[in-house]
């Protein structure tokens, strides 16, 4: 599989300059960070969360954790949870499960942005599978996404 169908076509259709960086198969954050020599902070990473709404794209840095408490309040939600692999895998069928780029306008869901990922001037993220990333610039990203910016990163670093 080749970066996500429907990311590379918007990218591409808008004429946004970005680069797609390759790597051996990788699964969780850390890993991606360093296969690809990226610092933690500037790597996007997407945790998806249920909210009153239904689903919500948490969009971080790769060494920090979502505070659902927070990420409830950012969503106007009266509580927020993890969502399964199984309640969100049919979202993205242009995507492997769990490796979705921070683009949940192009797939009907909202984006919600930790202000931490916001002081990068550019961004790495999983473009759709598990070895290939895409580095964009944060300005841009902002620019055709739209999110939702607040805090909602927990203080302790992720595994």
Known sequence: MVVARKLKGFLDERKVGYHVLRHHERF????????????????????MVKVDKGLAMAVLPANVMVN???FAKAA???????????????TFPDCEVGAMPPFGNLYGVDVYVDTLL????????????HHEAVKLAYEDFARLV??????????????
């Open 28 to 47: 969780t954050s850390s890993e991606i960070a360093q296969a690809l020599h990226v610092p933690g902070q500037e790597l996007a990473k997407v945790v």
């Open 68 to 70: 659902l408490d927070a």
């Open 76 to 90: 106007g939600s009266s509580k927020a949870e993890l969502a399964t692999e199984d309640e969100f895998k049919g």
């Open 118 to 129: 916001t002081q990068d001037r550019e961004i790495v993220f999983e473009a759709g599978n």
């Open 146 to 159: 739209h999110p939702k910016v607040d805090d909602f990163a927990a203080l302790q670093t992720a595994g």
